[in-house]
């Protein structure tokens, strides 16, 4: 417990850290996915490669929040950080669960995978989420929306690793990720509605490193072959 006390103590230090660290796992990903995707052009590596962008982008915001509250910024900063925070962060999501479900779509090649008729529905659906959260003052619709994303991808991770190459360990890792990632997003729903919690926030914090470091080892993997 002590070790627990000493981390909340120092809570936004760590997480500007937390939040630079994933930022730079991301950048990686984004780096040798983007390397991937010019081999072989395949559509579901390119949203997954706009995923960790996005991911990557949410977190640097994370780390300038920690900052804001670390160095007694104003009220707007916050208010301007958090929105571009889950702005990125709902949109790496929708990007996430697309790289799964591009072929059954089947909505052909797009020019450009970050304005195209699909990403613009994700865009408007992430406008009234941000803007509904903030009218309120609550993020149920980002918990909410993220837990039915991670629902879906799990479910559709599953089916591809089951009916996919044995052979092809990141089905696996995938897998793994998309269920880690569900859990974290239900725990960090449980620790909202509980007051946020601290101990099971660094908890959640701990499962979103794992789940990161988690595709940066497949991804790494993938590349290396």
Not at 179 to 194: F, G, K, V
Request: hydrophobic share 60%; with cysteine; charged share 10%.
């Amino acid at each position: 417990m002590e070790i627990y006390n000493l981390i909340i103590e120092n809570k936004d230090l760590l997480k500007i850290f937390y939040g630079i660290l994933i930022t730079l796992i991301c950048m990686i990903i984004v780096i040798k996915t983007n390397k991937l995707f010019k081999l072989s052009s395949h559509q579901g590596i390119r949203y997954f490669r706009n995923a960790f962008l996005f991911y990557g982008l949410a977190f640097l915001m994370r780390a300038f929040i920690a900052a804001v509250y670390l160095y007694k910024f104003g009220k707007f900063y916050f208010l301007t950080l958090n929105i571009l925070f889950e702005f990125f962060l709902v949109m790496a999501g929708f990007f996430l669960l697309y790289s799964l479900l591009w072929k059954k779509l089947d909505l052909g090649p797009q020019k450009s995978s970050l304005a195209n008729p699909s990403v613009f529905i994700f865009y408007i659906m992430t406008f009234v989420i941000i803007l509904i959260d903030q009218l309120w003052q609550v993020y149920y619709l980002l918990f909410a929306s993220q837990i039915f994303i991670f629902l879906c991808a799990s479910i559709i991770s599953f089916s591809n690793f089951v009916t996919g190459d044995s052979r092809r360990r990141f089905l696996k890792f995938y897998f793994i990720a998309m269920i880690l990632s569900l859990t974290a997003w239900i725990l960090n729903a449980l620790a909202a509605l509980s007051l946020w919690n601290q101990q099971l926030m660094l908890d959640v914090h701990l499962i979103n490193l794992v789940i990161f470091f988690l595709f940066l080892i497949g991804v790494v993997k993938i590349t290396q072959r």
